[in-house]
């Protein structure tokens, strides 16, 4: 039997909880260029959380695409010589990239320089 009360049931989905300061957000996602991830981290909150607080404060999101690869700026004769020394895995793991990526890069400015 249900028991009448003064409250009415909440509609809807919860709160995500506090939102962070804007010059937080500025600090860290801006000028650090941390990812969303990593700005939540270093808050302490979740990533949804910072995403709608960045749309509640009007300030633009990065795109996935803009991002670009580091390898761009590495010249063929520095990465073929250090894959001489350290092997390609080795070297992909210096770079912090997969064995095949670094491999499909070199390939690719060998295309572009021969």
Wanted: aromatic residues 2%; without cysteine; glycine residues 6%.
């Amino acid at each position: 039997m249900k028991y009448p009360t003064k409250e009415k049931p909440k509609r809807g989905r919860p709160a995500l909880g506090p939102r962070p300061a804007k010059a937080e957000l500025v600090r860290l996602y801006v000028r650090a260029r941390l990812s969303l991830r990593d700005t939540a981290a270093v808050l302490g909150i979740s990533k949804d959380i910072v995403r709608a607080a960045l749309g509640e404060y009007d300030i633009p999101r990065r795109p996935k695409t803009t991002r670009r690869s580091q390898l761009t700026d590495i010249p063929l004769s520095l990465l073929e010589a250090n894959i001489r020394i350290e092997g390609l895995r080795g070297h992909a793991r210096t770079l912090r990239v997969s064995a095949p990526t670094l491999l499909e890069h070199v390939r690719r400015l060998r295309g572009n320089s021969r």
